[in-house]
């Protein structure tokens, strides 16, 4: 019995000291350690703020290969510790490090051309008035150089110099014209007035691929959408409201009700914008909470577009360019959050250097008989001075592609 006991004590203990020796061998075998000494980094570890990078972009060259090439955060300005693991030549694990340095390297944007008008009087702050943005910095430095008078007629030989906090600086030349308002006596004005014909757009834009199309708000009055249907188009982008300045009020369209109700019974697919001021994402937010509720009893087949146009009021916002993406994308999500999809609206040059950091769909505006966007787009507005039955007077033709 006694031996029974022992022989059965020794087994157990042989069998413990097995899986123990198994169980270090796996751990030996497949545990992570440092070792930097497989790969290879680039010379300049120095990236942008706000850029798409992994840990690829930094490894010159490696004895293996990376398994997490992930994302490396440069949202702030700073040192960033990378960590990451790849397979070494003996196809081991192995940890390596390095740190990278992120820094501001865009210079500020100034959206001037080489002149810029005003009329004798005029109560302005072109600081104020001229866009000064950073990619960065909410408040970069910006001022103009040089004397000018809005009481006094002349041209006025200025530069416009704005400078960020990393020391990134840009300036503009332009000629200020500063000119007397003429008083109109008549006679009308021999200007040719143009007009885009819905019909040749249809003839020229519409295919398998495409469906053709309005934008409308109040300023096309009362819309027999019958006509409009007759005439070809396929959807209609309503307007479904707009914000009374930066912090003000919702303003609901006084022909949202009766655009969409009568759109939808002639059977046109219909999407929807909104005209923002949203300095903020909680502003953002609140503006799509708004939206919903306007919508939320139609059938809204096509996206729900940020419509943000006031650069004008930009300089006062306090927003860097990259947190002006962030208040549309708040936007977006919200509505998103609630099964509807959205795009983001915006003419060519301004898409190329304020919305940059979008990655939603887009509504572009770029009125020309061929655009040259070279991004991509899911719904281009190509005129505002179409003409279609059932309108009096212009509208926006827009072609959507499916």
Same mark, same amino acid.
């Given at each position: 019995m006694y031996l029974n006991k022992k022989k059965i004590i020794i087994i157990v203990s042989i069998v413990i000291a097995v899986i123990l020796i198994i169980s270090l061998t796996i751990y030996f075998n497949n545990r992570v350690v440092l070792d930097n000494s497989g790969f290879t980094l680039k010379d300049d570890l120095t990236v942008n703020v706000y850029s798409d990078v992994k840990v690829k972009d930094f490894i010159k060259d490696i004895d293996g290969k990376v398994v997490d090439n992930k994302k490396i955060n440069t949202d702030e300005l700073g040192k960033v510790d990378v960590?990451?693991?790849?397979l070494n030549k003996d196809n081991k694990k192995r940890k390596g490090t390095f740190e990278v340095t992120v820094k501001d390297l865009?210079?500020?944007?100034?959206?001037l051309s080489n002149s810029y008008s005003a009329r004798v009087g005029d109560d302005v702050n072109l600081e104020d008035e001229i866009l000064c943005a950073d990619n960065y910095d909410s408040n970069p430095s910006c001022k103009i150089k040089g004397d000018y008078d809005l009481n006094t007629a002349g041209n006025y030989s200025l530069v416009y110099e704005a400078e960020d906090s990393s020391g990134n600086k840009e300036s503009v030349d332009f000629i200020l014209y500063v000119y007397e308002p003429k008083s109109v006596t008549g006679g009308g004005s021999s200007e040719e007035v143009t007009s885009t014909d819905f019909n040749a757009?249809?003839?020229e834009?519409?295919?398998k691929d495409t469906l053709v199309g309005i934008d409308v708000s109040k300023w096309q009055g009362a819309i027999d959408f019958s006509k409009v249907k007759e005439a070809g188009a396929e959807f209609v982008i309503i307007r479904v409201g707009h914000q009374n300045g930066v912090g003000g009020e919702y303003v609901l369209d006084p022909y949202f009700k009766r655009n969409i109700k009568e759109a939808l019974? #002639? @059977?046109?697919?219909?999407?929807?914008y909104f005209y923002s001021y949203a300095d903020n994402k909680k502003e953002a937010k609140k503006q799509a909470e708004w939206v919903i509720k306007q919508i939320k009893d139609y059938d809204i087949t096509l996206p729900i577009a940020f419509d943000?146009?006031?650069?004008?009021s930009f300089n006062s916002m306090n927003l860097s360019l990259y947190d002006l993406n962030e208040v549309a994308e708040t936007y977006f999500s919200t509505l998103e959050n609630k099964g509807y999809d959205t795009m983001?609206?915006?003419?060519?040059?301004?898409?190329?250097a304020i919305w940059?950091?979008?990655? #939603? @769909?887009?509504?572009?505006a770029h009125y020309t008989d061929q655009t040259d966007y070279d991004k991509d787009y899911m719904m281009w507005q190509l005129c505002q001075d179409g003409v279609i039955d059932g309108i009096n007077g212009f509208v926006d033709i827009d072609i959507l592609y499916k």
């Open positions: 960590e990451f693991i790849y865009e210079e500020p944007l100034i959206w757009v249809l003839e834009h519409k295919n019974e #002639n @059977k046109l697919k219909v999407g929807i943000f146009e006031c650069f004008s983001l609206y915006g003419s060519k040059n301004y898409l190329n940059k950091y979008n990655t #939603n @769909k887009v509504w572009l």
